[in-house]
C-alpha cells in the first residue's frame, strides 16, 4: 500500500520539477534577455569636464610633466600627454583600470578612477598644448 503512495508523491514532484523548470525557461528567454543585454551593450558616452579633471591630473603631472623625464628603473621614457587625443586617453586608461595595458603604476593609478573620472582626465589633458 505505501508503494502507490510513493509512486504518486514521485510523480507529483515531478510535475512540480517541470513546471518550475518550465517557469525558469520562459524567464530566461531570448525576449527577456534582449532588453537588459541591448542596455548593457550600449552605454551612453559619458562627456568630460576639464575643470574637474584638471583636479584629478596633480598626479600624472609628476611623471607626464617634465620633458626628457626618465625613470630610474626600469628604464623607459614617460611620454608627454598634455594635448593627447582624448579618445586615446580615454582608451588607455581603460586598458590600464581593465589590466588589458600593463605597467604596474598606471593600473595603480587608473583603478582608482571611475568612467566619469577617466572621461574628465581625458577633457583635461586633451585640451593642453603639446
Known amino acids: 500500500m505505501t508503494r502507490p503512495l510513493t509512486i504518486a508523491a514521485t510523480l507529483a514532484l515531478a510535475a512540480l520539477s517541470y513546471a518550475v ?3 525558469d525557461a520562459q524567464d530566461a528567454s531570448p525576449a527577456a534577455e534582449a532588453a537588459p543585454a541591448a542596455a548593457a551593450a550600449a552605454p551612453a558616452a559619458l562627456t568630460g569636464d576639464a575643470d574637474t579633471g584638471r583636479q584629478l591630473t596633480y598626479t600624472c603631472i609628476g611623471c607626464h610633466g617634465v620633458e626628457g623625464y626618465r625613470n630610474i628603473y626600469p628604464h623607459y621614457h614617460v611620454p ?3 594635448g593627447q587625443s582624448a ?3 580615454n582608451n588607455a586608461l581603460q586598458e590600464y583600470r581593465k589590466g588589458t595595458r600593463k605597467h604596474p603604476t598606471m593600473q595603480a593609478q587608473a583603478q582608482s578612477f571611475s568612467d566619469q573620472d577617466i572621461a574628465d582626465i581625458a577633457a583635461f589633458l586633451s585640451g ?3
Open 87 to 89: 579618445v586615446y586617453l
Open 128 to 130: 593642453l598644448q603639446k
Open 80 to 82: 608627454l600627454i598634455g
Open 21 to 23: 523548470v518550465a517557469q
